[in-house]
């Protein structure tokens, strides 16, 4: 019968884990995507600890109901949509409510339409986009 006995340390140290990843997407209508990019970098400096990934993209405010009822789970997690299309959404359950109840929220900017932002309900990162579309009422 052999044994064998060992004594030692292990030569690996103990690295904090990766930061996951965090993806989400942002449509707007074209006016507002300098806005919108500008607080979504202001959020990522805020949150520099996390890997985030924010992507803006435009979508029109007279399709942006549309394209979202057609595909919701393949819609942008955070959207700034027409108010009286926001109804709509939140009517076909196509927004995630905030903390308040909420299914919008008025932006600090004002742009030529009233625009309210809103979080979709399919989002893979609820309380990241959540947090993200507070950002942008701020």
Not at 41 to 58: G, R, T, Y
Not at 121 to 132: C, G, H, I, S
Request: hydrophobic share 45%; glycine share 6%; aromatic share 6%.
């Amino acid at each position: 019968v052999w044994m064998l006995a060992g004594c030692g340390s292990s030569a690996k140290e103990e690295s904090a884990p990766e930061p996951k990843t965090i993806q989400l997407t942002v449509w707007g209508p074209e006016h507002t995507l300098t806005h919108l990019q500008e607080k979504a970098d202001a959020f990522s400096s805020e949150h520099s600890a996390e890997d985030l990934q924010i992507v803006i993209e435009a979508e029109a405010a007279e399709t942006i109901r549309d394209t979202v009822l057609t595909d919701v789970a393949g819609a942008a997690d955070v959207i700034l949509v027409p108010a009286g299309e926001a109804d709509v959404l939140t009517d076909a359950k196509a927004l995630l409510p905030f903390e308040d109840g909420s299914y919008y929220l008025r932006p600090a900017e004002t742009f030529e339409e009233e625009l309210v932002i809103a979080v979709t309900a399919d989002t893979r990162e609820p309380e990241w986009a959540v947090r993200l579309a507070e950002a942008f009422g701020n």
